[in-house]
């Protein structure tokens, strides 16, 4: 089993950057696929950025392609997002999520480990 815990949420404005982080402890960090995912008010959690245990692979939303960067230190049990051009649409509580196993899960029913999530706020 895995415990994750995020940080490094805030109120920015629009066009300003953020980075989280997700510190994982348990289990050996690189044995899982790591996740991230956002849900807004009144909004169902939806996937934003999955990396491979060993970061050779990575995949994004549409909507955030090209904006965020995931990456992660597995010396340091550390799971990353790199938010940049940052827009209102991107307000959200922002969780970090683990799963085992091999290829990408977009869905949340993927992932059986969850962080409690950080507050990321865009004004405009």
């Known amino acids: 089993q895995v415990q994750l815990v995020e940080s490094g949420g805030g109120l920015v404005q629009a066009g300003d950057s953020l980075r989280l982080s997700c510190s994982a402890s348990?289990?050996?960090?690189?044995?899982?696929?790591m996740g991230w995912f956002r849900q807004a008010p009144g909004k169902e959690r939806e996937f934003v950025a999955a990396?491979?245990?060993?970061?050779?692979?990575?995949t994004y939303a549409d909507s955030v392609k090209g904006r965020f960067t995931n990456s992660r230190d597995n010396a340091k049990n550390t799971l990353y997002l790199q938010m940049n051009s940052l827009k209102p649409e991107d307000t959200g509580v922002y969780y970090c999520?683990?799963?085992?196993?091999?290829?990408?899960?977009?869905?949340?029913?993927?992932?059986?480990?969850w962080g409690q999530g950080t507050q990321v706020t865009v004004s405009s």
């Open positions: 348990g289990r050996t960090f690189s044995s899982y696929a």
């Open positions: 990396i491979s245990g060993s970061s050779t692979s990575t």
């Open positions: 999520a683990a799963r085992t196993g091999y290829g990408f899960k977009f869905s949340v029913v993927g992932y059986p480990y």
